[in-house]
């Protein structure tokens, strides 16, 4: 997908202040959300995640995951929006929340294990 560059900025800006991981640094002990659109969520996500779109993650994270000092790794497509999800989460006061670099893109080629409808 090609981005507008007003939003690949403010995702570059984000990812300053964010942790991002591989799939392969994920390990356990974490609580994985998927920010995706719904009709992403509902086409196949990571199994065992969390859904708590984008739009709403600000909203109903507290209620979700009370706990500021959990370990939440959030994913998206393909790594941007998770990003711009775990800043404002960050701001929030959540201090243990990493961005999954390259989505679930990179969840897929890693072989991880999915789940549909």
Same mark, same amino acid.
Not at 99 to 106: E, I, N, P, Q, T
């Given at each position: 997908?090609? $981005?507008?560059?007003?939003? %690949? =900025?403010?995702?570059?800006? =984000?990812?300053?202040?964010?942790? *991002?991981?591989?799939? #392969?640094? %994920?390990?356990?002990? $974490?609580?994985?959300?998927?920010?995706? *659109?719904?009709?992403?969520?509902?086409? #196949?996500?990571?199994? #065992?995640?969390? $859904? %708590?779109?984008?739009?709403?993650?600000?909203?109903?994270?507290?209620?979700?995951?009370?706990? $500021?000092?959990?370990?939440?790794?959030?994913?998206?497509?393909?790594g !941007?929006?998770? =990003?711009?999800?775990?800043?404002?989460?960050?701001?929030?006061g !959540?201090? +243990?929340?990493?961005? %999954?670099?390259?989505?679930?893109?990179?969840? +897929? *080629?890693? #072989?991880?294990?999915?789940?549909?409808?």
């Open positions: 997908m090609k $981005h507008s560059p007003g939003f %690949l =900025a403010i995702v570059e800006d =984000a990812k300053t202040r964010v942790r *991002e991981i591989t799939v #392969g640094e %994920l390990g356990e002990g $974490h609580v994985l959300v998927d920010v995706r *659109e719904d009709n992403e969520w509902t086409n #196949g996500r990571a199994t #065992g995640a969390m $859904h %708590l779109g984008k739009g709403i993650i600000e909203r109903d994270i507290e209620t979700a995951i009370p706990d $500021h000092d959990t370990r939440i790794v959030l994913y998206c497509g393909g !941007y929006r998770s =990003a711009l999800a775990a800043d404002a989460l960050q701001k929030m !959540y201090t +243990n929340v990493l961005s %999954l670099a390259g989505g679930w893109r990179a969840w +897929n *080629e890693a #072989g991880m294990p999915v789940e549909n409808g």
